[in-house]
């Protein structure tokens, strides 16, 4: 079962930055927040991971909280092509299976 | 970062035939890879762990004799979807984790199987 618990769909204008959260209240200790998302017909794609600290690379920020149950992941200007399933991830560091989640629909609005 | 590709992207096959579907890591070896479903509108399904030189790990539910898995090299793994029905039609995913690092997973564009 996925260990976390995302809003189905959201929107977020073009330009605009998009804040799509996640809860992983159970989150244990040696535990890592990944972000995949999957473009329509499409294999998915990582974006960022963190363990406690912010994370920042060229595609999305992840902030997360200080008692790690939950995160934020930020798209600083979507973009339509942004447009996508976004999947929040708790992920031991010994773990080798991705178990994915409903994920978020982000619908990015010209 | 690192490419896996598979073949075909898509597939059109009879039903009670049997469809084979490659996954590659192009530029890295993967001692381990995953196999997913996907049905419209839902999210990916974890079938199988297909580990290079040994059995597969399949998930709760999921027929081993139905779904053969192959991985014969550090490149390379296979998924035979044997005597195929219209109710086995789904996108396929494969992923692959680089020998070593299992923080990085890299996962395929995915096959679109067809059973008519």
């Known amino acids: 079962d996925a260990k976390t618990t995302q809003p189905p769909s959201m929107d977020c204008a073009e330009g605009r930055a998009a804040n799509l959260p996640c809860n992983h209240s159970?989150?244990?200790?040696?535990?890592?927040v990944y972000w995949y998302r999957q473009i329509h017909s499409q294999g998915p794609q990582y974006i960022i991971h963190?363990?406690?600290n912010n994370e920042t690379n060229e595609m999305a920020s992840l902030i997360i909280t200080e008692d790690r149950k939950s995160s934020t992941l930020i798209l600083p200007h979507a973009t339509l092509r942004d447009t996508a399933v976004y999947y929040c991830?708790?992920?031991?560091?010994?773990?080798?299976?991705?178990?994915f989640g409903k994920g978020t629909r982000l619908h990015i609005l010209p | 970062g690192a490419v896996v590709s598979q073949h075909p992207s898509r597939v059109i096959c009879k039903s009670g035939t049997s469809v084979k579907i490659e996954c590659r890591s192009l530029?890295?070896?993967?001692?381990?890879m995953f196999w997913y479903r996907q049905f419209p509108k839902k999210s990916l399904m974890l079938m199988a762990t297909s580990n290079e030189g040994s059995k597969a790990t399949y998930e709760q539910g999921v027929e081993k004799d139905k779904f053969l898995i192959n991985h014969a090299s550090l490149t390379l793994s296979t998924l035979t979807v044997t005597s195929a029905h219209p109710e086995d039609s789904s996108f396929y995913i494969c992923s692959a984790t680089p020998s070593g690092n299992v923080y990085e997973q890299y996962f395929g564009p995915g096959t679109r199987l067809t059973v008519t």
């Open positions: 530029d890295f070896q993967a001692t381990t």
């Open positions: 159970t989150i244990s200790g040696n535990e890592y």
């Open positions: 963190g363990l406690k």
């Open positions: 991830i708790v992920r031991g560091n010994r773990d080798d299976k991705i178990i």
